[in-house]
């Protein structure tokens, strides 16, 4: 059973960097066909996907957040890593680690979700 | 990009009832939406994709239908463990796009 589990720092002051961090059991990223990535839900408001990567190959991000985020595997840990730089309280959520269902990202859905973990942006 | 609505937002029900939801792409989609269920504290479940393709392991209450523009989620007989916000997905181009959410409440 693939299970996924986020975590980093519940509070992130303004302007600085948030950075979290997704250990995947059950499933290697690296030996896996899928997409592996980020969805985010704001406090009373929706899903919002941000970025996902093909471990060797392709990188998607939302143009709302292309410029800020950044992806990254650490395959000796089967971790998977999501960076977003000068942040502000609008970057308040939940943020979900999430694997898509197959080696492509438009046609498959996210089958697998982690609990999601808490990022409140705050001085 | 593409705008999912999804109506209601909100809906009151009691056990046994069945429910509909509706969710609208602003242009055609073809038949790749999935539908989430989300419960606080707990990860999110894919109950549908591919708009009618139900999930291994998820209740055969749960059927969705549609194609193109306007797509439906059912739920027949509500159970308890089905009080929860539900979502919709487009996943025919970037960027992946969600509905606001329905949420289920207990009547």
């Known amino acids: 059973q693939v299970q996924l589990q986020e975590s980093g720092p519940g509070l992130v002051k303004p302007s600085e960097t948030l950075s979290l961090t997704c250990t995947v059991s059950?499933?290697?990223?690296?030996?896996?066909?899928?997409?592996w990535g980020w969805i985010r839900q704001p406090p009373g408001k929706g899903l919002e996907w941000i970025v996902s990567?093909?471990?060797?190959?392709?990188?998607y991000h939302n143009p709302s957040h292309k410029s800020r985020v950044s992806i990254s595997v650490d395959t000796s840990k089967n971790q998977v890593s999501l960076r977003l730089s000068s942040v502000t309280a609008a970057d308040t959520a939940v943020y979900y680690c999430?694997?898509?269902?197959?080696?492509?990202?438009?046609?498959?859905?996210?089958?697998?979700w982690g609990k999601g973990t808490t990022v409140t942006v705050s001085s | 990009d593409i705008q999912m609505t999804q109506s209601p937002s909100s809906v009151s029900a009691s056990v046994g009832d069945r429910v509909t939801i509706t969710c609208r792409a602003s242009q055609g989609i073809g038949r790749w939406l999935a539908w989430y269920q989300l419960k606080p504290g707990k990860a999110p479940k894919l109950l549908i994709y591919a708009a009618s393709t139900l999930q291994s392991g998820v209740p055969s209450r749960f059927s969705g239908s549609g194609s193109g523009t306007d797509f439906t989620l059912t739920i027949t007989s509500l159970q308890p463990e089905d009080f929860a916000a539900y979502y919709c997905q487009q996943a025919t181009f970037f960027p992946l796009t969600f509905g606001g959410g329905t949420k289920v409440e207990i009547k």
């Open positions: 990567m093909y471990y060797g190959g392709s990188t």
């Open positions: 999430a694997r898509w269902s197959g080696d492509d990202l438009l046609e498959f859905a996210v089958d697998v």
């Open positions: 059950g499933d290697s990223i690296s030996g896996s066909s899928y997409y």
